[in-house]
């Protein structure tokens, strides 16, 4: 959860965002031409597990007829391509280095509390000279002051929650005093409504140790302090998915469930163009990658990534080394720049037969791949819904956060995939990822797992084509905003 953070101007490859611009540019012509139905501010948390969904929503707003502009810290702003709809910098307090300048969460989060309000304030006021004044500010739910500052310009504000309904259900618990920290295995299974009996486990990291991560479980509760004063409260999710979850604590967390945010290109295809999320840190390898899939069987690859965030030790590093070598089986490997050197020596030169390592790519593409057979994963949510929304089989290693929650559904609700057991030390065996990579890829239970995942692929594309249920909470909102836009411009 960390800012995302450039190692430097270079880490933003002009040629290609030039090139999706080009490609997306016939879309922005559609949109202004389109009849202006609200202006609405995104304003996400500067790394890209939160960027990426909100900027998907942003270009959602956008393709139905609502001018969108994505609000950044400027040193991300960069980062951002998605040429049809505006960007504009807000400050952090930090612009020449981000959260690497502050070096501190507490000092971070303050200083882009008192920086953001003035500079997110003085952003509106630029717009309500314009012929497109703004009318609601879309604020992901880890930022709660834009909030305060949408209300005292007396526009709309929508809270945009990136993690499951479960896991916002259960924070909220806790929020309102109705569940006491920490969560102990004597004091569970946690029983909340809505919710299937989670065991210790299957909790988020912060609530089993809440001293491990103070700054970051104090941001996480943070998100529902003036929660009831937001206009809509919006949720990365969708009704077949999570809607009992999310009905179970809708009286202090009311949420619209509007999800998956993943690129249309994978989904209803309406958004033209759309085959990225539009921001990117690191320069991926797609092509070298997809030209080494071309060359395999349908369903015969592993795609494993940790995603941006998670950091393996060198042990774990290494287990995942043996059991992948061991399975026989061809893989694709994203292992950052940063975590190269843990690799085992002998490794490379010992797989090239059936394996490639990376240090990037598009997750996407990958997963939409035919020849990718199974999704090894932290089970982050944007990771999570990725995978189900491309109906690919998981195995499930998550480390920390909300991601042991999701790696539980992954496995015994959803029946999509299975969670790979740590041991003792918390490192998850060479023997038992080869279990997992078995019963995913091989046998009866993995025809099984491959239905599940292919129902609930079809779930996710039917949610968010037109008159699904999350696209008619997006219509709903829209329409809202457009009635509100004409009473404020006189129409």
Same mark, same amino acid.
Not at 205 to 220: C, N, Q, T, V
Not at 333 to 359: A, C, H, I, M
């Given at each position: 959860?960390?800012?995302? @953070?450039?190692?430097?101007?270079?880490?933003?490859?002009?040629?290609?965002?030039?090139?999706?611009?080009?490609?997306?540019?016939?879309?922005?012509?559609?949109?202004?031409?389109? *009849?202006?139905?609200?202006?609405?501010?995104? #304003?996400?948390?500067?790394?890209?597990?939160?960027?990426?969904?909100?900027?998907?929503?942003?270009?959602?707003?956008?393709?139905?007829?609502?001018?969108?502009? #994505?609000?950044?810290?400027?040193?991300?702003?960069?980062?951002?391509?998605?040429?049809?709809?505006?960007?504009?910098?807000?400050?952090?307090?930090?612009?020449?280095?981000?959260?690497?300048?502050? $070096?501190?969460?507490?000092?971070?989060?303050?200083?882009?509390?008192?920086?953001?309000?003035?500079?997110?304030?003085?952003?509106?006021?630029?717009?309500?000279?314009?012929?497109?004044?703004?009318?609601?500010?879309?604020?992901?739910?880890?930022?709660?002051?834009?909030?305060?500052?949408?209300?005292?310009?007396?526009?709309?504000?929508?809270?945009?929650?990136?993690? &499951?309904?479960?896991?916002?259900?259960?924070?909220?618990?806790?929020?309102?005093?109705?569940?006491?920290?920490?969560?102990?295995?004597?004091?569970?299974?946690?029983?909340?409504?809505?919710?299937?009996?989670?065991?210790?486990?299957?909790?988020?990291?912060?609530?089993?140790?809440?001293?491990?991560?103070?700054?970051?479980?104090?941001?996480?509760?943070?998100? /529902?302090?003036?929660?009831?004063?937001?206009?809509?409260?919006? &949720?990365?999710?969708?009704?077949?998915?999570?809607?009992?979850?999310?009905?179970?604590?809708?009286?202090?967390?009311?949420?619209?469930?509007?999800?998956?945010?993943?690129?249309?290109?994978?989904?209803?295809?309406?958004?033209?163009?759309?085959?990225? /999320?539009?921001?990117?840190? %690191?320069?991926?390898?797609?092509?070298?990658?997809?030209?080494?899939?071309?060359?395999?069987?349908?369903?015969?690859?592993?795609?494993?990534?940790?995603?941006?965030?998670?950091?393996?030790?060198?042990? *774990?590093?290494?287990?995942?080394?043996?059991?992948?070598?061991?399975?026989?089986? /061809?893989? #694709?490997?994203?292992?950052?720049?940063?975590? *190269?050197?843990?690799?085992?020596? %002998?490794?490379?030169?010992?797989?090239?037969?059936? $394996?490639?390592?990376?240090?990037?790519?598009?997750?996407?593409?990958?997963?939409?791949?035919?020849?990718?057979?199974?999704?090894?994963?932290?089970?982050? %949510?944007?990771?999570? #819904?990725? $995978?189900?929304?491309? =109906?690919?089989?998981?195995?499930?290693?998550?480390?920390?956060?909300? @991601?042991?929650?999701?790696?539980?559904?992954?496995?015994?609700? %959803?029946?999509? =995939?299975?969670?790979?057991?740590?041991?003792?030390?918390?490192?998850?065996?060479?023997?038992?990822?080869?279990?997992?990579?078995?019963?995913?890829?091989?046998?009866?239970?993995?025809?099984?797992?491959?239905?599940?995942?292919?129902?609930?692929?079809?779930?996710?594309?039917?949610?968010?084509?037109?008159?699904?249920?999350?696209?008619?909470?997006?219509?709903?909102?829209? *329409?809202?905003?457009?009635?509100?836009?004409?009473?404020?411009? $006189?129409?």
């Amino acid at each position: 959860m960390k800012p995302l @953070q450039p190692s430097s101007p270079h880490s933003v490859y002009d040629r290609d965002r030039d090139r999706d611009r080009e490609r997306e540019g016939a879309l922005s012509k559609e949109m202004e031409d389109k *009849q202006m139905k609200g202006h609405v501010l995104v #304003l996400p948390y500067p790394s890209q597990g939160h960027i990426n969904p909100l900027l998907q929503f942003a270009k959602r707003l956008a393709s139905k007829g609502v001018k969108a502009t #994505l609000t950044t810290t400027h040193y991300t702003l960069n980062s951002i391509s998605a040429a049809h709809i505006g960007v504009e910098p807000i400050s952090d307090g930090f612009d020449e280095g981000g959260f690497s300048q502050a $070096g501190n969460v507490d000092f971070y989060l303050k200083s882009f509390r008192d920086h953001g309000s003035r500079t997110l304030a003085e952003l509106i006021q630029k717009f309500s000279n314009s012929a497109t004044p703004v009318n609601c500010v879309v604020y992901d739910s880890f930022l709660p002051w834009a909030l305060d500052v949408a209300k005292q310009h007396g526009i709309y504000g929508a809270a945009f929650f990136t993690n &499951s309904a479960t896991v916002c259900s259960i924070f909220a618990h806790i929020h309102h005093g109705l569940l006491t920290l920490p969560l102990t295995p004597e004091t569970t299974p946690l029983l909340l409504p809505g919710l299937p009996p989670l065991y210790f486990p299957d909790l988020p990291s912060f609530l089993r140790f809440p001293d491990s991560y103070p700054a970051y479980l104090a941001m996480k509760l943070s998100q /529902y302090s003036n929660l009831n004063q937001a206009d809509w409260v919006f &949720s990365n999710t969708f009704e077949e998915l999570e809607g009992k979850e999310a009905r179970g604590v809708s009286e202090i967390w009311p949420a619209k469930l509007i999800g998956p945010m993943v690129p249309s290109a994978y989904l209803d295809e309406r958004i033209k163009g759309d085959r990225g /999320y539009g921001s990117s840190l %690191w320069k991926p390898l797609s092509e070298e990658c997809i030209e080494w899939l071309e060359t395999k069987p349908s369903n015969s690859v592993v795609y494993v990534s940790f995603g941006s965030m998670v950091s393996l030790s060198e042990e *774990q590093i290494a287990e995942l080394a043996w059991g992948l070598k061991e399975s026989n089986m /061809y893989f #694709l490997w994203v292992v950052r720049d940063s975590e *190269q050197q843990n690799l085992p020596k %002998w490794f490379l030169d010992s797989v090239q037969e059936k $394996g490639k390592v990376v240090t990037w790519c598009n997750q996407l593409e990958m997963l939409a791949h035919r020849t990718v057979g199974c999704f090894v994963t932290h089970c982050g %949510w944007n990771s999570t #819904l990725e $995978g189900l929304s491309l =109906g690919v089989p998981m195995i499930g290693v998550p480390k920390w956060t909300d @991601q042991l929650t999701d790696a539980k559904f992954v496995e015994e609700i %959803w029946e999509i =995939g299975v969670r790979a057991k740590e041991d003792e030390v918390g490192v998850v065996r060479k023997d038992e990822l080869l279990r997992c990579l078995k019963e995913v890829m091989e046998g009866d239970k993995s025809k099984e797992i491959k239905r599940n995942a292919n129902k609930w692929r079809d779930s996710a594309m039917k949610t968010i084509t037109e008159g699904g249920s999350s696209d008619k909470c997006i219509d709903e909102f829209v *329409q809202h905003l457009m009635a509100s836009y004409q009473n404020l411009n $006189g129409l």
